[in-house]
């Protein structure tokens, strides 16, 4: 039946403030103004998700290499895609109206993952101006 179609087509599909809330759910996460504009989530000062600038009603989410972006874009063909601007990229988009909430958390916790998972950053020690050419003990 060509309508009980649609009304699962339309439960399946998040908006824009359904998935706002599903991020917002996770530890840890803060909003700020993506660069072009739009909503884009951190998890401390690593990037996390934004809504797509370029593309309506998407998400953007990033890989940490370009194998694994690929792998999950054969994974879940018609949901994750990218386009021209993303060839490069090691990020894709996700389309909201082919999520529901439970596929969203799933790709979003494999995001999450892969920002725990990185290693650590060396930090540069930073010398104040006014301790520059003092002797330090050894």
């Not at 179609?5 to 909003?31: G, H, P, Y």
């Amino acid at each position: 039946n060509q309508s009980c179609e649609s009304q699962d087509e339309v439960q399946m599909s998040l908006t824009a403030a359904q998935a706002r809330k599903i991020i917002l759910s996770f530890d840890d996460v803060t909003e700020t103004s993506a660069l072009g504009g739009g909503a884009a989530f951190h998890i401390g000062k690593d990037f996390f998700v934004q809504f797509g600038t370029r593309e309506p009603d998407t998400l953007m989410l990033k890989y940490p290499t370009l194998d694994e972006r690929d792998m999950m874009l054969e994974a879940h063909p018609g949901v994750l895609y990218i386009t021209e601007h993303f060839k490069t990229y090691k990020g894709l988009l996700a389309r909201l109206a082919k999520l529901d909430a439970k596929s969203l958390r799933a790709l979003l916790e494999l995001r999450r993952q892969t920002l725990t998972a990185k290693p650590a950053k060396k930090r540069k020690t930073i010398i104040p101006k006014k301790a520059r050419g003092l002797p330090y003990p050894s």
